[in-house]
């Protein structure tokens, strides 16, 4: 990755450091849901009137909950006063305030209370200490006048801590929070220009691991603007909207208020990520961003993804990290951090066997699942358990053991969450063996893996801040984590768990992890059979915050979702497909063979051949030049057949003729009329003596090349034939009186013998009518598509229906699989190109253009569409985008020819026109 996700938790602790070298606060010295409003220039009283008196010069930190003071002076610790805990706030020298010191101190503020922290003495990241009994500690303002709008503050604050209900803390802070950014608002001189123009305003705050800060959003004609309210870490965040590439909508706390902003197109972490008050704001800034972003896709879908994943565009690791934010998951949020898998199972061999089988994890159960005993034991509680029934007590991801494993890169994350303490020495992140071992046989550990193990920074792994993180009962030292024995450093370590990640093993069962974690296995009964189940407050939409009254309950209710951790957005409600891996041939480089060729055993080395060549040719697709044009036909063509020498040219038209043209004569040779309506269309069975055409008259023709006459004739339908195919001396035909049937037989050989009787096989019946079908390469499958725009996946040898798939919003145009005969694309009268997956019937992909396209030509990877306009379309079905338009006939591209070599295209049109395209290299 271009950016390193701990970036993430460097923007709330390196920020600072790194614009000024001696600061050490930082928002994770508040409590969670607390917020820092104000700082004043300010000194701490020590020792006043004795002989020791001292001023420690720093700054005064005004907190929703909490009195924070910095020492200039690094060797002094920060002083956190939880306003609960105080007594007594008052200017110094009122009230009996000072009592015990000499005099009074001229702008001081004075704090008497019973409890203080004492943090990050010597910039030493370490357990705070504490240190209670009643005292008192004077803090003098640089600007007097300040004091006691300082000291009102801070008593309104006391205030609300000191409700006896957490509830009516909260709304007491947000009132104030809300009135602040009221009279408050984003100043427009930090603007970049005086010439930007302002689209709207609103509050929000910015999210970052654990804490958010208020401020206001402003987003102009260029810029998206975040100032904060406290003006830290920085007065402003800006982002150029030309450099945004992608923004999804978020939850934050289960409510549908966060916008998160990437300028990148691969990298886990946003650039920004903003919660906002109103749902409204949120959606109206979203909806600006798109709108200015008309030259890419703002927000991609997770079946694009998954073809681009299936063909080898992208990796195992690269396609967890987009479903995973497509999920809502994000390294700004550590209750919905990103999620992987453990994939190695074996953690004590010396040496890491990735072509063993039994080297990896059962991907096709949950981590609770693993171990049959301990499953006995959950599903023995579970069938007593009265409803809402859940298996696991606590989740496979939350923010406790996120920092579990990156207390070493994010300890103050971990002070933070634990309320200034480490986890006990022994329950630390200790070893990966051990690990593993306690997510097998722990009574209540069920947790997955997170991105950094398969990631390149081995900092999660090395104690390099030298931390003290406690003794264990052996009397060891926690230090760096202990690795398996085929590990011989963190970085080999991390190598070898991306190869594992990226192993066959993985690729060939990653789905079956995908199905539980982001697919069908996420809930309902099919969670229930694959022992998924987990509490009924982790899944999106169990619970509906706003329809509870009680603010205690409610707060209550979010904290335990938060910490508890939260199940991803349900992405796929269908079986996810495999990925696909050849076993001889680079995914990035599918075979371009086209399915509609015979299958030939004396065809293997040619095609083998050809590969390159072929694929070259697709890859310059776009060159193609119209090379010469010839009007054959009184109406629209609608078949176009080649002879293996590529010499004789027959086309099928609506004027109801099968004409036979030369290529190298550049004459029209033959004109064959079998009835008085249109012909739909042709193909040259294997040897080219026979061209067979199919009509609207309900027939079947087969025309001897060689006789010039017609030979056999199969009455076969009710209604007109609209495409047929044939293979291994099969006739398979479609029609308009919603079937398509399977014929076996051989037509005569020549016109005097006797007529061929052609045997039924199969039919295969549709609820209408059905103008398109197309075979797999091995001819074990067909797909039909038809007037009400479905897919239907048939498998041929059982004559039974395998997927069937609501595609279009009208007639399916063109069907075809892909070469490798794992992926079928339909076009549409809708204008969409639609990519299903053959195993599992999912759509994954869609494209739209504004027009139909009438028919295809496609090697997997990239598609050459007839448009209705007449254009030749060029598609990257992987970038999700059209890369060229090619101007050809005046009325609609009705069919398509192309050579083994693909350096050859034929096209019929609407205006009677058969057109000749060359690829210039």
Not at 85 to 98: R, S, V, Y
Not at 455 to 467: E, I, R, T
Not at 555 to 583: D, Y
Not at 713 to 719: A, C, E, F
Request: with cysteine; charged share 25%; net charge negative.
């Amino acid at each position: 990755m271009a950016r390193n996700m701990h970036q993430a938790f460097a923007g709330a602790t390196l920020v600072g450091e790194t614009q000024h070298r001696r600061e050490r606060f930082s928002l994770l010295l508040l409590n969670l849901e607390e917020y820092y409003f104000e700082q004043h220039t300010a000194s701490h009283i020590q020792h006043k009137g004795s002989q020791n008196e001292r001023k420690i010069r720093g700054s005064l930190k005004i907190c929703s909950k909490s009195v924070i003071f910095e020492p200039d002076a690094i060797s002094q610790p920060i002083i956190k006063i939880p306003l609960r805990d105080c007594i007594k706030i008052g200017k110094h020298g009122e009230n009996g305030a000072n009592r015990h010191f000499a005099k009074a101190v001229s702008g001081g503020i004075s704090l008497i209370f019973s409890q203080v922290y004492f943090i990050k003495e010597h910039n030493i990241v370490a357990p705070y200490k504490i240190e209670r009994g009643t005292m008192e500690y004077v803090f003098e303002l640089d600007v007097s006048g300040k004091v006691e709008g300082v000291v009102e503050t801070l008593l309104q604050l006391h205030r609300a801590s000191c409700l006896d209900k957490l509830g009516d803390q909260t709304a007491m802070i947000t009132a104030i929070l809300q009135s602040r950014l009221a009279r408050t608002s984003f100043d427009k001189n930090r603007f970049q220009s005086v010439s930007e123009k302002l689209h709207m305003e609103c509050k929000a705050e910015m999210v970052t691991p654990l804490v958010t800060n208020p401020g206001h959003v402003c987003i102009t004609d260029t810029n998206l603007y975040f100032q904060p309210l406290n003006g830290y870490p920085k007065p402003m965040v800006q982002i150029t909207l030309h450099d945004v590439r992608r923004i999804y909508k978020r939850r934050h706390g289960l409510m549908p208020l966060g916008l998160e902003v990437f300028c990148t197109e691969d990298d886990l972490c946003s650039d920004v990520y903003l919660k906002f008050y109103e749902r409204q704001d949120r959606d109206d800034l979203y909806f600006y961003i798109a709108t200015y972003l008309e030259h890419h896709v703002a927000e991609r879908t997770a079946e694009g993804y998954t073809l681009q994943w299936q063909r080898g565009l992208l990796s195992n690791y690269q396609y967890l990290l987009h479903l995973n934010t497509l999920a809502d998951r994000s390294c700004n949020d550590l209750s919905q951090y990103p999620v992987f898998p453990w994939v190695i199972g074996d953690y004590s061999s010396s040496e890491l066997d990735l072509s063993n089988p039994g080297t990896f994890r059962d991907l096709s159960k949950p981590v609770g699942a693993l171990n049959k005993e301990r499953l006995e034991r959950l599903l023995a509680r579970y069938q007593e358990m009265p409803e809402p029934k859940f298996m696991y007590g606590s989740h496979y991801s939350s923010p406790g053991y996120v920092l579990f494993y990156l207390v070493r890169i994010a300890p103050e994350y971990m002070l933070c969450l634990q309320n200034g303490r480490f986890d006990n020495a022994d329950r630390m992140f200790n070893s990966i063996a051990e690990t593993w071992k306690n997510c097998l046989d722990g009574a209540t550990d069920f947790k997955e893996l997170i991105p950094e193990f398969y990631g390149d920074d081995v900092s999660f792994l090395v104690n390099s801040l030298k931390l003290d993180l406690g003794k264990r009962q052996g009397g060891q030292m926690v230090d760096d984590v202990e690795l398996p024995p085929w590990a011989r450093s963190p970085e080999d370590f991390l190598q070898k768990s991306r190869d594992a990640l990226e192993s066959d093993y993985v690729s060939e069962h990653l789905h079956e992890w995908i199905d539980l974690v982001f697919g069908y296995k996420q809930k309902g009964r099919d969670a229930v059979g694959a022992h998924n189940v987990f509490h009924p407050l982790t899944y999106e939409g169990g619970v509906d915050l706003n329809s509870i009254e009680d603010p205690d309950e409610k707060v209550a209710m979010l904290t335990q979702i938060l910490e508890f951790g939260q199940t991803p957005k349900q992405l796929f409600v269908t079986p996810h497909p495999r990925r696909i891996t050849p076993k001889f041939k680079s995914l990035s480089q599918p075979s371009s063979y086209n399915a509609s060729t015979a299958d030939s055993p004396g065809e293997e080395s040619f095609e083998d051949l050809t590969e390159e060549s072929r694929t070259l040719a697709w890859s310059n697709i776009t060159r193609l030049q119209l090379h010469e044009q010839h009007k054959i036909h009184k109406e629209a063509v609608t078949g176009i057949a080649v002879s293996r020498s590529g010499s004789s040219i027959f086309t099928t038209s609506q004027d109801s003729t099968l004409k036979m043209f030369s290529k190298e004569s550049k004459m029209l040779q033959r004109s064959i009329s079998f009835s008085n309506m249109a012909l739909s269309s042709c193909l040259l069975l294997p040897g080219d003596a026979t061209v067979v055409s199919s009509s609207w008259d309900n027939n079947v023709y087969f025309y001897s090349i060689a006789f010039g006459r017609r030979q056999d004739t199969l009455m076969g339908h009710d209604d007109a034939v609209s495409k047929i195919c044939w293979r291994d001396n099969r006739l398979y035909s479609a029609s308009w009186d919603s079937t398509v049937k399977v014929w076996s037989g051989v037509p005569a050989e020549t016109p005097g013998s006797r007529r061929h009787q052609f045997d039924l096989l199969a039919e295969l019946e549709h609820d209408v009518s059905v103008d398109t079908i197309s075979l797999s390469a091995a001819s074990t499958l067909l797909v039909s598509g038809t007037k009400e725009g479905t897919v239907t996946i048939w498998d041929l040898v059982a004559a039974t229906i395998l997927h069937q798939i609501p595609c279009h919003s009208g007639t399916v145009c063109d069907t075809a699989f892909s070469p490798d005969s794992r992926h079928i694309l339909s076009a549409g009268e809708d204008g969409c190109l639609n990519v299903v997956d053959v195993q599992t019937g999912m759509l994954i992909s869609s494209m739209t253009s504004d027009e139909p396209q009438r028919c295809f030509l496609w090697d997997g990877n990239s598609v050459l569409s007839g448009s209705q306009s007449g254009e030749l379309l060029v598609w990257d079905l992987l970038g999700g985008k059209i890369r060229e338009r090619i101007q050809g006939h005046t009325g609609a591209v009705t069919c398509m020819w192309m050579n083994e070599q693909c350096s050859s295209v034929l096209t019929g049109g609407e205006d009677r026109q058969i057109m000749f395209w060359k690829l210039q290299y």
